[in-house]
């Protein structure tokens, strides 16, 4: 679903990524990780569009991307992101909030679906309440069911976990699992919950000062050695 290849990245003159290459099959979970301020949400922002990439190929389903393509272009063509921090609508409710990823979809597709209210339940219920009023972890439900609004492809996941109750991210565990194993999506996880991480990952990536250090399959590696890998 998307490849890189040598992608590069620069805030102003500060370069952040250097030549990073990698893939994210359809039916699998793509761990990105590495510590804090290795340049992870960065990369998510370049994939979504809402920072251009300064160099490098990336394409999705085979299909070229441009390397100034807007992030609603990157949504049309299937690029579903929950950045970290969620960025829900304060003062919309959560069914508005909901509505908002109905933007690159056709008029016919514009609905929620059942499904996103059997995956997060908690929404059902809270459907009219302002999305301020939200707790942190319902708050982070409805930025990924918004982002499944859309009907995604490609699902970026920056730090779901952060901040977040036990019960809760058992739970988004549970969602992300599912969507992998339905076969119809990518998905690119950022997570600095080592366990969390591990035990949803079929492929990981990690990076280090903006470089692509480890690349391996959860068959072929071990706990230990990814534990090292992203240990300061």
């Known amino acids: 679903m998307l490849n890189i290849e040598n992608l590069t990245l620069h805030y ?13 099959e359809v039916g699998k979970v793509t761990c990105l990780m590495g510590t804090n301020g290795v340049g992870k949400t960065s990369l998510l922002k370049a994939i979504s569009g809402t920072h251009p990439r300064s160099g490098g190929e990336m394409s999705l389903d085979g299909q070229s991307v441009a390397r100034t393509a807007k992030p609603y272009t990157l949504a ?48 059902q219920d809270m459907r009219n309440r302002r999305g301020g009023d939200l707790s942190g972890g319902q ?14 492809k490609l699902l970026l996941l920056d730090e779901p976990t952060e901040g977040i109750q036990p019960n809760i991210i058992k739970q988004i565990g549970d969602v992300i699992r599912y969507l992998r194993d ?5 998905i690119v996880l ?19 000062r903006g ?20 240990s300061i």
């Open 76 to 123: 049309k063509m299937g690029v579903g992101y929950v950045p970290q921090g969620r960025d829900v609508f304060p003062l919309m409710t959560v069914r508005e909030n909901l509505e908002t990823g109905y933007a690159c979809l056709d008029t016919a597709e514009r609905m929620v679906s059942d499904e996103i209210f059997e995956l997060f339940p908690v929404l």
């Open 182 to 186: 339905q076969g119809e999506m990518a």
């Open 139 to 152: 708050q982070q439900q409805l930025a990924i069911a918004r982002a499944l609004v859309t009907k995604p």
């Open 211 to 230: 470089r692509v250090t480890l690349r391996d399959k959860a068959e072929t590696i071990s706990r230990d050695k990814l534990l090292a890998s992203v």
């Open 12 to 24: 102003g003159h500060s370069q952040i990524l250097y030549d990073v290459s990698l893939s994210a």
């Open 190 to 208: 950022v997570e600095q919950f080592f366990d969390f991480a591990h035990e949803l990952g079929d492929d990981f990536v990690v990076l280090n």
